[in-house]
Structures are given as C-alpha cells and as structure tokens.
C-alpha cells in the first residue's frame, strides 16, 4: 500500500511541482492566489505541497488567469494537471491516440518518390557473391539495388524483417515503386508488449502502424505481420544483426543501427536465410490487410457485422457521420444506381446491414463539418462513390433530421472541431473485444486493420470513452446550427 501511496504522490507532484516553480518565479504569495481561486489557504497549500490533487480544470484556468502564464506556460501546466488526475500511462496513451488520428495519412505520397530507379543506378556488386556494407550509405544502396532488381521481375517478391521505425524502408519502397508489375511484400516487425510499457513509450506500436500506412499508396501487393518482442534497435550493442532482407537473387543482413551489413546473392546462403525467415513468418500474426477495391461495400459490410457481433457497447469514431442506420428501404431504393450490375442483392445487403448497426448497442461520435458537409454535398461514407446518386437536397434535409431525432440524442456525440484530415479522414469502430480502423488510399481502396492486439485496442477503445466533455455539442446546440444551416444554406438549390 504504502509503495502505491508513493508512487501516486509521485504522479500528484508533476502538477506541484510545476505550479511552484511558476510561483516563484512570478513571486506570487499563496494567501493572494488561494484568495482569488476561493480557495482555502491550507488546502493550496496542500495541492502546491504535492499533497492534493487540484479540484478541477476551473481551478487551473483561475490559477493560469492569476499568474498571467503565456499560452505554453499555461498548457504545461493544464498536461501536468491531466497527468495528476489519470497517472502518466493513460495520459500519454491518450495523447499517442490523438496525435494518431490527427496526423495519419494513408493516401499521402511520399516526397521522395519521384520516377522509378533501376536496380544499376548508383550500385554494382559487380562479380562478388557477397558484400560488406559500412555505413547508411552503403547500406540504403545495397537495399536500394536489391529492391529495384525485384521490382523488375514478373513475380517479384521482397521478405523483409525490419522495423518501421522511420522512412528509411518507406523511401526506399516508393522511390522503388515499378508501376508496370506489382511486387509482393511481407514485412515482419516487433511490437513493443503495451502492458510492460510506460509513459511516452506506449506509442510506439502506433508510431509503427503510422508509418507504414504510406506504403499501401504503392503498387505493391504489401502484407504485414507482427510479433512481440524486445525491439532490437532498443538494445543496438547486443542485438548483432536483427534485420533481414530478402529478394529472389540477394539477402542482406543488417545491425540494429543499419550502418553495418552483408549482402550476399551466394545460393545455399540464400536458401538458409530465407528457410529462417519463413520460421519467423510462421509465428508471426497478421497486422494489417488491404481491401479488393472491387468488393469495397461488401468487405466493409463483413468487417463491421463481425466487429459489432458481440453486442457490447462500441463506438463509431468518424468525422462524416454514420447515417446507415438513419437510411430508409425507400431511400436506398431511390438513389441505389439503377444500373449497377447485382442491385437487388446489393439493396437485400444494405438493409439488412441497417438493420443490424440499429440493434447494436454502438454510440455514434462525428463532428459538426461532417454533417454540415453532407448537407451540401450528400455524400454517404458507408456506401462506395459510384454505386449509388446523390440524395437531392430535400432528402438530405430528411435524412440529418433523422439523424438528430430525439431517440438517437443518447447514442450520437458531436464534436465541435473535427479530429484529423477531413480530406483523408479515418473511421473506427471499436468494442472492448474487437475493432475494424478503415483509411482510405488515394486510389479506391481502403487500407483495412482488424484490431486484435490487445494494448492498441485498449487504447483506442479508452481514447473513445474519455473524450473530453467539452469538445462535444449539446444535442439541443447541435440541433440549433444544423437548423439555421439548413434554412441559409445555398446548397439547397437544386
């Protein structure tokens, strides 16, 4: 007990801490600024002592006004006092989800990729069979050559076991991208166990799944897989070579700092190398998996019944809202392109699909952008561009009503501000057991993670329970601008 006790105070002393520190430095007097927050001497005295946690985010604002604290003074000190309230893990976990979202871009090109390179630009091994490679440039050169090589065959195939740390692998993959033949992929990496790590470092595993979202732009048949594990470029001196790249014709080998390396295209070395890396590929679980743009609705239909089959409360986290369960027979019926090869059997899915998301115990959070922007532009997210009409301006009006009806003000969250690239935006949809995160590419195709490892889903799950009262609207507030929109907006005119 005693060992808790020290570790919450701990915990309550960031916020003490930091509040003394801007005292000082200020020359404020306790009694004056207990005075002006109405607060009682000796419980300030407490709370600056480490002793008591502030009473509220009201307190902190009054103590923030007092002392004149710059805008970055005074959010230090509003992340001390969250940090004091919720402990360094959840406080950090959340803000690593936040940044996720806001940041995350699956569809973006990197800057780097210009014109595909051919695997004898910059690199020869000439006549040897292997090679020592010292240095990033020797090593980035070496990968760069043995991809473009393998992007050139008609049934390429790169293995890679390597972290997706930075864009030192993602560069190298676009910069090698061969537009003409799709090469496949499979790349392996560690995860860091979530329930062993603390503070800042609970990130990392998000930081991977950021970083390899881009590769999917690509023209590669990109398949990832993950293990837990100690990360290697965590213990650089002892871990000698972690890292493996394998083609048809060469394998590299590399240090944990990807400075040193050995290329070889030797036969039986290959053949070693490559029955090591199915071993690994064969404990390893599936990461991620990228949607047939050609069974888009269908897939996602699939995804979210499964993710949503344990009728346990979930969330829908989306920008644009989730209006299926609001969308009538009749409406789909009307704007279901008339001409879309198997409609009928298309329609009996999306009803029965309404049908289901009505049952499920799921609380719908969007923001105010995205309704407003369907009712100017009627796009529906849940049902791919092509397959049905745009709803005429009348009907969108009916289906935001809907949407806002008095029976749905307990399952549906507003936000004020959206939460990431509206142009790019995420949907997730999470329950305490399972959950689907969808993005979508540059091209028609929606990069599709099913969430099972248990720290991300946890995270993600937490990041949606406690999301911050006062980033929502009111339901009455809500009701109130999407009113006055629907009777000034010019997008009424049809």
């Known amino acids: 007990m005693k060992e808790k006790q020290t570790e919450w105070e701990k915990v309550m002393s960031i916020f003490s801490q930091l509040l003394s520190e801007y005292m000082k430095q200020k020359k404020i007097q306790t009694y004056r ?35 004149h604290l710059t805008p970055l003074e005074k959010t230090k000190l509003y992340e001390a006092y969250q940090i004091s309230i919720v402990g360094y893990d959840i406080y950090y976990r959340r803000k690593a989800v936040l940044e996720f979202l806001t940041e995350v871009d699956a569809g973006r090109e990197l800057d780097f990729a210009l014109q595909p390179i051919r695997a004898e630009q910059g690199f020869e091994m000439e006549d040897k069979t292997f090679m020592l490679l010292e240095g990033r440039h020797a090593v980035r050169s070496a990968l760069m050559y043995m991809t473009a090589d393998e992007t050139h065959q008609s049934e390429g195939h790169i293995r890679m076991l390597l972290q997706p740390e930075t864009d030192f692998l993602a ?40 970083n390899i979202l881009p590769l999917y732009h690509y023209n590669y048949e990109y398949q990832t897989w993950y293990y837990y594990g100690y990360i290697p470029g965590q213990n650089q001196m002892f871990a000698l070579f972690p890292y493996m790249v394998l083609t048809s014709g060469y394998a590299c080998i590399l240090t944990a700092d990807l400075k040193k390396g050995y290329l070889t295209k030797e036969p039986e070395m290959l053949k070693m190398l490559s029955e090591i890396f199915e071993n690994c590929h064969s404990h390893a679980s599936r990461f991620a998996s990228l949607a047939d743009s050609a069974n888009h609705a269908a897939e996602q239909m699939a995804f979210l019944s499964a993710t949503f ?17 609001v969308l009538t027979k009749e409406i789909l019926q009307k704007y ?48 791919p561009d092509g397959l049905y009409e745009t709803p005429s301006a009348s009907d969108r009006i009916q289906i935001v009503k809907a949407l806002l009806a008095p029976e749905r003000a307990t399952r549906l969250r507003i936000l004020k501000n959206s939460i990431g690239n509206t142009e790019t935006p995420v949907y997730l949809y999470i329950t305490p057991k399972t959950g689907t995160l969808r993005l979508p590419l540059a ?34 507030e809500a009701e109130q601008i999407v009113e006055e929109e629907m009777k000034a907006g010019d997008w009424k005119t049809e």
């Open 33 to 67: 600024l207990a005075q002006y927050c109405g607060y009682d001497r000796g419980n300030m005295y407490k709370i600056i002592n480490g002793k008591r946690n502030p009473p509220g985010k009201e307190f902190v604002e009054k103590v923030a006004g007092y002392m």
């Open 171 to 210: 560069s190298i993959l676009a910069m090698c991208s061969n537009s003409g033949i799709q090469t496949r992929v499979d790349h392996i990496f560690c995860l860091d166990d979530t329930n062993k790590a603390t503070g800042k470092d609970k990130n990392y595993n998000l930081t991977c799944l950021k």
């Open 309 to 325: 089959s344990e009728r346990s409360t979930g969330y829908s986290l989306q920008m644009e809202p989730c209006f299926m369960p």
């Open 336 to 383: 279901v392109r008339k001409d879309l090869p198997g409609r009928e059997i298309f329609l009996v899915q999306l009803q029965d699909y309404t049908r289901q998301l009505a049952k499920q115990k799921m609380i719908y959070i969007c923001s105010m952008e995205g309704i407003l922007r369907f009712l100017q532009n009627g796009r529906i997210p849940e049902i």
């Open 443 to 476: 091209t028609d195709q929606m990069v599709n993670l099913q969430i099972q490892e248990t720290g991300m889903l946890e995270a993600f799950y937490d990041f949606c329970e406690n999301l911050d009262e006062e980033m929502f609207y009111s339901f009455e």
